[in-house]
């Protein structure tokens, strides 16, 4: 197993665990990393590059289920949308006469292929050495 090297000192600044707990509520509800990265205060990059290292599996694994949870919640949004429909105004001549209910069959087709599809882990597993002692 790679053991990271030791940190001289403790940052203040950088993914201390507290901005860590903080990126993965604030994912789990808006979904975007850019913009989460942005409110918090670091780069996208070093989001993704403190993903990558071996020895944060767990951050990683905590992002993918915050991602998850996100998908999940759009896709109850859609599965209301696909039973209730969606609520659109009738317009005549430029002018709004009433509203009609309309049931998507393409959002139908996309909340079909996502359920049916089975959820793995995007985190890569921790790198182990070759070498043998």
Known sequence: ????????????TGWIPARQRQFVTD????GNVREVCARIGLSRASAYKFREQPHNAAFAHAWDAALDKYISEIANEAADRVIDGETRPVKYKGAIVGEKVVISNRLLTALL????QPRTSRA?????STLST
């Open 1 to 12: 197993m790679v053991v990271p090297p030791p940190r001289r000192r403790r940052r203040r």
């Open 27 to 30: 994912l789990a509800t808006s």
């Open 113 to 116: 292929l996502y359920r049916s």
């Open 124 to 128: 890569k597993p921790p790198k182990t």
